[in-house]
């Protein structure tokens, strides 16, 4: 992990596609933010061990045009995450839990500005390591130190349905009867509340350093499960991005 950074950033800097400020002509555009970095966090939701793990940024895809302008109060974008696996060899108490696969989501973010502040609502679909609804409601306050330097003060609280919840906090009775927890079936609803400060430092135009650091609790049915360690999950990433602008 220690080369991920300066193998991003030479890759960045040396691809002539990434050095482009538009790519495409055209009246709307779309920008993505892409990078990679690393993540210390919980082996898994709920563990009180922690590891380093890559950390693959694909955020803030925006659109831009046909009328809605920049300054719009409202706007809807699509959304996605990638979720790790998850298996024994990460954590040796999950000896005798299913295994879980990468889970992809895919879905929309809607937000809504005012001054500093943004509020906004996820909600993806899982594929691969799960079939479940999960989203998000939360807020931030954005505030900048220097021209490079802005920070994001953030709340959220983390929703998933039943079937995203038994999928990461639950215990079948198959599970139950090759380990020594009890069966767990978790209904859906809020599984987590969590306070965010993160930081951006402008290195050129289109390039960044991004760094977060997370404080989340694990609550309701998803708290109460029992491969639960700990309810509070903290975490620190940090990584590099670019900016990719396509006019269209």
């Given amino acids: 992990m220690k080369f991920a950074l300066p193998l991003i950033a030479a890759l960045v800097a040396s691809t002539p596609v990434f050095a482009q400020d538009t790519i495409g002509t055209g009246p709307n555009q779309i920008s993505v933010d892409i990078g990679l970095g690393a993540a210390y966090k919980p082996t898994y939701q709920g563990s009180d061990e922690f590891e380093a793990t890559p950390w693959l940024i694909m955020r803030d895809l925006r659109l831009r045009g046909y009328g809605a302008g920049e300054n719009s109060g409202f706007s809807i974008s699509p959304n996605v995450n990638l979720v790790g696996k998850r298996n024994a060899d990460d954590d040796e108490r999950l000896e005798g839990l299913d295994e879980i696969g990468y889970a992809y989501e895919l879905g929309l973010k809607a937000t809504y500005n005012v001054g500093q502040t943004t509020a906004y609502a996820t909600m993806r679909k899982g594929f691969g390591g799960h079939h479940g609804i ?14 490079r330097m802005t920070f994001w003060a953030g709340l959220e609280a983390g ?12 215990v079948s009775d198959a599970e139950a009867a090759r380990t020594d927890y009890s069966a767990y079936t978790p209904g859906g609803g809020f599984n987590s509340a969590a306070i965010s400060l993160e930081g951006r430092y402008q290195l050129a135009p289109n390039t960044a350093i991004m760094g977060e650091v997370k404080f989340s609790r694990l609550i309701g049915d998803a708290g109460d499960s029992p491969i639960v360690e700990d309810r509070n999950q903290p975490s620190i990433k940090l990584g590099i991005v670019r900016t990719l602008n396509f006019a269209f």
């Fill in 134 to 147: 999960t989203g998000a409601l939360g807020a931030t306050y954005r505030f900048e130190t220097t021209d």
């Fill in 159 to 170: 929703y998933g349905n039943d079937r995203y919840n038994e999928t990461y906090f639950g």
